[in-house]
């Protein structure tokens, strides 16, 4: 439970998890710092509601009306997700925020989970998509513990939840990350080691107590690096967090945070910026692939038609997969240095 809360409270993101009646019953400290600078005002509601905020003025014009009866049919079992950006008027400015609203099982008594970070200054920059990173108090008759509500959290959120203690070498990791990676029946050995061990070779600078001590005091734990799947190819992981513990300006003392998973974000990307479109309307076979890990992320419909294989199925496999002439590594010499 303490480290679930540590880590939920730990998060960038923002989450709030509401009650059937839009009352927010659970929020980690970023939606209570989003709403302090909102200035909304909740400091004396015992029961405040996400129509208040709503209502309040920080979402803008049309977005404001949109988002909220979005929240009024998730919640009424009308509807199974509301993902998409909308304005924010926040310390005075308009700024973009990712919004995903999707609905808690019935066993959270039809309760929803609001999950949103500020897109803003990637949208600036070339309108790149990254999602941002940040005690949470008993759920009330909605959810039975508190601890319940954060691992409801992680799961609507798609979050990957670590804490590293740097002094003793303790490492823990949710194991839905490492199930995503194909590795069922892995086991860490709760020791840091055990983890770097998953790491890219080039990317094993990371993860050290010479790391952990680069970070300045309120700094942010932001690190790209690849981790192993089972079947031996890399997948794009990005780690944010910030310390957990610190003795005055010495090094961090424990890290928390979650892991985000950098590959869906690349698809994401392709896709937003309508190259999907390009290639699936060229009258050639055309096939995009991720740098890192090689495996498919675009196939035009006639080469999808040819092999015979969906672009799910394809997104699992590398050129190699088809070309059985050549393994992965002499593709990766003919296509670039």
Same mark, same amino acid.
């Given at each position: 439970? +303490?480290?679930? &809360?540590?880590?939920?409270?730990?998060?960038?993101?923002?989450?709030?998890?509401?009650?059937?009646?839009?009352?927010?019953?659970?929020? %980690?400290?970023?939606?209570?710092?989003?709403?302090?600078?909102?200035?909304?005002?909740?400091?004396?509601?015992?029961?405040?509601?996400?129509?208040?905020?709503?209502?309040?003025?920080?979402?803008?014009? #049309?977005?404001?009306?949109?988002?909220?009866?979005?929240?009024?049919?998730?919640?009424?079992?009308?509807?199974?997700?509301?993902?998409?950006?909308?304005?924010?008027?926040?310390?005075?400015?308009?700024?973009?925020?990712? =919004?995903?609203?999707?609905?808690?099982?019935?066993?959270? #008594?039809?309760?929803?989970?609001?999950?949103?970070?500020?897109?803003? @200054?990637?949208?600036? %920059?070339?309108?790149?998509? =990254? *999602?941002?990173?940040?005690?949470?108090?008993?759920?009330?008759?909605?959810?039975?513990? /508190?601890?319940?509500?954060? +691992?409801?959290?992680? %799961?609507?959120?798609?979050?990957?939840?670590?804490?590293?203690?740097?002094?003793?070498?303790?490492?823990?990791?949710?194991? @839905?990350?490492?199930?995503?990676?194909?590795? +069922?029946?892995?086991?860490?050995?709760?020791?840091?080691?055990?983890?770097?061990?998953?790491? &890219?070779?080039?990317?094993?600078?990371?993860?050290?107590?010479?790391?952990?001590?680069?970070?300045?005091?309120?700094?942010?734990?932001?690190?790209?690096?690849?981790?192993?799947?089972?079947?031996?190819?890399?997948?794009?992981?990005?780690?944010?967090?910030? *310390?957990?513990?610190?003795?005055?300006?010495?090094?961090?003392?424990?890290?928390?945070? /979650?892991?985000? @998973?950098?590959?869906?974000?690349?698809?994401?990307?392709?896709? @937003?910026?309508?190259?999907?479109?390009?290639? *699936?309307?060229?009258? #050639?076979? =055309?096939?995009?692939?991720?740098?890192?890990?090689?495996?498919?992320? +675009?196939?035009?419909?006639?080469?999808?038609?040819?092999?015979?294989?969906?672009?799910?199925?394809?997104?699992?496999?590398?050129?190699?997969?088809?070309?059985?002439?050549?393994?992965? *590594?002499?593709?990766?010499?003919?296509?670039?240095?």
């Amino acid at each position: 439970g +303490e480290f679930l &809360h540590a880590s939920f409270d730990a998060l960038d993101t923002q989450i709030a998890i509401l009650d059937a009646g839009g009352v927010i019953i659970e929020c %980690n400290h970023a939606w209570r710092q989003f709403v302090r600078h909102a200035e909304v005002g909740f400091e004396n509601e015992q029961r405040p509601t996400f129509y208040g905020v709503v209502d309040h003025g920080v979402y803008r014009g #049309n977005d404001a009306e949109a988002l909220s009866e979005a929240v009024r049919s998730i919640v009424a079992g009308q509807d199974v997700c509301h993902d998409a950006e909308h304005s924010v008027y926040l310390d005075g400015h308009f700024r973009d925020f990712h =919004v995903r609203v999707k609905p808690l099982p019935p066993s959270a #008594n039809g309760a929803a989970i609001v999950v949103q970070c500020d897109v803003s @200054d990637v949208r600036t %920059n070339e309108r790149a998509l =990254v *999602e941002s990173k940040e005690p949470a108090e008993t759920l009330a008759s909605a959810l039975e513990t /508190s601890q319940k509500a954060v +691992e409801l959290a992680v %799961n609507g959120g798609n979050l990957g939840l670590w804490y590293w203690d740097v002094n003793t070498g303790y490492f823990e990791l949710n194991r @839905d990350w490492l199930v995503a990676l194909g590795h +069922e029946n892995a086991d860490l050995g709760a020791d840091i080691d055990s983890f770097r061990d998953l790491l &890219h070779p080039d990317d094993r600078v990371l993860w050290t107590a010479a790391d952990a001590a680069s970070l300045a005091v309120e700094e942010p734990y932001d690190r790209q690096f690849r981790l192993r799947r089972a079947d031996g190819t890399y997948a794009g992981t990005q780690a944010l967090g910030r *310390e957990n513990a610190r003795r005055g300006d010495a090094a961090p003392v424990a890290l928390a945070g /979650s892991f985000l @998973d950098i590959d869906a974000r690349k698809n994401a990307e392709l896709r @937003d910026t309508g190259m999907a479109k390009i290639i *699936e309307e060229s009258v #050639n076979e =055309v096939f995009v692939v991720d740098a890192t890990t090689w495996r498919f992320i +675009e196939v035009i419909r006639g080469a999808r038609e040819n092999l015979g294989l969906p672009l799910k199925e394809l997104s699992k496999l590398t050129p190699a997969d088809i070309i059985p002439e050549y393994d992965l *590594e002499q593709l990766c010499k003919l296509v670039g240095p």
